[in-house]
């Protein structure tokens, strides 16, 4: 009895060839790089966004400060600041400040207006009195000013290259 043995043949539809792994490693190349493509955009996004969220509440802390004192100290409000130090402002003067008023950090913390602060400081802060109000009947400077908080982000920037958010309100002392 002679027996033929079968030949066991392995099949090998079951595995990849060198070309599909080249391909698959292309595409996965390609999607990884416009993944990453990605992040720049969504790093400058997020920068804006929270420069736009974190200037109105720089500006509401120094409006709601200076607009909480007027009516006993309209001439001497003082802006209390981070580093347990005050900033004097009269709001009886005209002023148009070229240099930052007071700086920001990143958390929104109202900091000195010092050399060694604008190393550290995210917004720079510039406060403008003006004693004629746009739009009404001009008032004795010491009734009445027109308050505008500029916050400029990043601090340390040429003017060119900087953000400005205006925030205006009128201040009155009674």
Same mark, same amino acid.
Do not use: W
């Given at each position: 009895?002679?027996?033929?043995?079968?030949?066991?043949?392995?099949?090998?539809?079951?595995?990849?060839?060198?070309?599909?792994?080249?391909?698959?490693?292309?595409?996965?190349?390609?999607?990884?790089?416009?993944?990453?493509?990605?992040?720049?955009?969504?790093?400058?996004?997020?920068?804006?966004?929270?420069?736009? @969220?974190?200037? *109105?509440?720089? %500006?509401?802390? +120094?409006?709601?400060? $200076? /607009?909480?004192? &007027?009516?006993?100290?309209?001439?001497?409000?003082?802006?209390?600041?981070?580093?347990?130090?005050?900033?004097?402002?009269?709001?009886?003067?005209?002023?148009?400040?070229?240099?930052?008023?007071?700086?920001?950090?990143?958390?929104?913390?109202?900091?000195?207006?010092?050399?060694q602060?604008?190393?550290?400081?995210?917004?720079?802060?510039y406060?403008?009195?003006n004693?004629?109000?746009?739009g009404?009947? @001009?008032?004795? *400077?010491?009734? %009445?000013?027109? +308050?505008?908080?500029? $916050? /400029?982000?990043? &601090?340390?920037?040429?003017?060119?290259?900087?953000?400005?958010?205006?925030y205006?309100?009128?201040?009155?002392?009674?």
């Amino acid at each position: 009895m002679n027996r033929r043995r079968k030949r066991v043949t392995h099949n090998s539809a079951g595995a990849f060839s060198l070309a599909e792994v080249v391909i698959a490693l292309g595409v996965i190349a390609i999607a990884t790089t416009a993944i990453l493509g990605v992040f720049p955009v969504a790093l400058t996004t997020g920068h804006s966004a929270q420069d736009a @969220t974190r200037a *109105p509440e720089i %500006a509401q802390a +120094v409006l709601s400060s $200076v /607009a909480s004192q &007027a009516q006993t100290q309209f001439n001497n409000v003082q802006l209390p600041l981070a580093d347990n130090t005050t900033l004097s402002i009269d709001l009886t003067a005209s002023s148009s400040p070229t240099t930052p008023t007071l700086y920001a950090d990143n958390d929104g913390n109202l900091i000195s207006a010092t050399a060694q602060n604008a190393a550290i400081a995210v917004y720079a802060i510039y406060i403008f009195a003006n004693n004629s109000p746009s739009g009404f009947p @001009t008032p004795p *400077p010491a009734y %009445a000013n027109e +308050v505008t908080v500029r $916050v /400029a982000c990043p &601090a340390n920037a040429p003017a060119v290259s900087q953000t400005y958010r205006d925030y205006v309100r009128i201040i009155s002392k009674y």
